[in-house]
């Protein structure tokens, strides 16, 4: 089951150009596009014509264009144009999804627009910020959304799956702390005077031990920011991993992942930079086919917990609250 009144995160920016955009959303096909004047829509990827994908269409000056026999829509889902009669029956609409633009993404409301207050997105100030650099990826995965939310839940996992690149044996053995402020969840890992990763040395340019915090923020449906601080004596850098997960099914994930930092900011660090940050996001992404394929030909999802598991379980408690009042008030609707 999915979330609905919440926003997700549907593309970067940068993908709504001259032509729609096809994504499948929560189990629905969606057509994403940008207007002339700059406006995002979202609509569902059918023309009620001759269920044709609008996205396989075009953008028209305000509107979504259907390939097939030139059809427009506009951004609320209403017909705008039927090229062969003036007249236009009150059928001819196309469902449109609430969407935003923010912080360089296309956001989606799934459920009741009137709810849908863009408020409720995230405040990712840093990909806007002086002084930052920033760049993204986006990734569809073969694992079901909550298991990929659970990764990057679950920093413990990055001295065993990230042993060459930016895991610390500390990781796994430095208590965190775990707490909730209504549908935030938030956790926090002290790390004092331990060794940096092989990564970090070179960020920072380390020579000895460090100080190391990581304070991570959790907000529904499942869009996670961490604040990596390190420092010594000499030297105080900071980077902001950002990760929105956005179900496509049951079955696959959408991951749009964002690397945020204050150093290494010169044109010629940045060649360098991405390729680490991609060989850490690769092993992850990998790995969680792995455990989906698990799960599937094990009889389905079970977990012995232990402690490193109470922010991703408290995300989750979230969630399935989340969930009980969206189907409470559903039902109301239907009495």
């Known amino acids: 089951m999915f979330l609905k009144n919440q926003w997700y995160a549907a593309a970067a920016s940068r993908e709504l150009r001259e032509k729609p955009l096809a994504r499948r959303i929560c189990g629905q096909p969606v057509a994403l596009f940008r207007t002339r004047s700059g406006k995002i829509g979202a609509v569902e990827d059918r023309c009620p014509h001759r269920s044709a994908p609008l996205s396989a269409g075009s953008c028209g000056a305000e509107s979504i264009r259907c390939g097939y026999h030139g059809i427009e829509f506009g951004t609320d889902g209403a017909c705008t144009l039927i090229p062969h009669q003036p007249n236009i029956p009150p059928r001819m609409r196309v469902r449109a999804y609430p969407a935003a633009e923010r912080w360089g993404y296309a956001w989606i409301w799934m459920g009741d627009p009137a709810a849908a207050d863009p408020a409720r997105i995230p405040d990712y100030w840093w990909f806007a910020a002086d002084g930052w650099q920033s760049f993204e990826r986006h990734y569809l995965v073969k694992a079901h959304w909550e298991l990929c939310a659970d990764n990057i839940l679950d920093l413990s996992h990055t001295p065993f799956l990230h042993p060459k690149t930016v895991g610390i044996p500390e990781m796994a053995t430095i208590p965190l702390k775990t707490w909730v402020d209504g549908d935030t969840v938030f956790q926090q890992?002290?790390?004092?005077?331990?060794?940096?990763?092989?990564?970090?040395?070179?960020?920072?340019?380390?020579?000895?031990?460090?100080?190391?915090?990581?304070?991570?923020?959790?907000?529904?449906?499942?869009?996670?920011?961490?604040?990596?601080?390190?420092?010594?004596?000499?030297?105080?850098?900071?980077?902001?991993?950002?990760?929105?997960?956005?179900?496509?099914?049951?079955?696959?994930?959408?991951?749009?992942?964002?690397?945020?930092?204050?150093?290494?900011?010169?044109?010629?660090?940045?060649?360098?930079?991405?390729?680490?940050?991609?060989?850490?996001?690769?092993?992850?992404?990998?790995?969680?086919?792995?455990?989906?394929?698990?799960?599937?030909?094990?009889?389905?999802?079970?977990?012995?917990?232990?402690?490193?598991?109470?922010?991703?379980?408290?995300?989750?408690?979230?969630?399935?609250?989340?969930?009980?009042?969206?189907?409470?008030?559903?039902?109301?609707?239907?009495?």
């Open 189 to 335: 890992r002290v790390m004092k005077q331990v060794s940096p990763s092989p990564f970090v040395a070179e960020w920072g340019d380390f020579k000895g031990k460090i100080d190391r915090v990581a304070t991570l923020r959790w907000q529904p449906p499942s869009a996670v920011d961490v604040e990596m601080l390190y420092e010594d004596a000499a030297a105080k850098i900071v980077l902001r991993l950002t990760q929105m997960v956005t179900p496509e099914t049951e079955e696959t994930t959408h991951i749009f992942f964002a690397w945020s930092r204050n150093f290494m900011l010169r044109a010629e660090h940045e060649e360098r930079f991405r390729a680490q940050s991609y060989a850490v996001m690769d092993e992850d992404i990998s790995f969680m086919p792995l455990q989906q394929r698990c799960i599937e030909e094990t009889g389905g999802f079970k977990t012995v917990a232990i402690n490193a598991d109470a922010t991703l379980i408290e995300a989750r408690r979230v969630v399935q609250r989340l969930l009980r009042d969206e189907q409470g008030a559903a039902q109301k609707l239907t009495a």
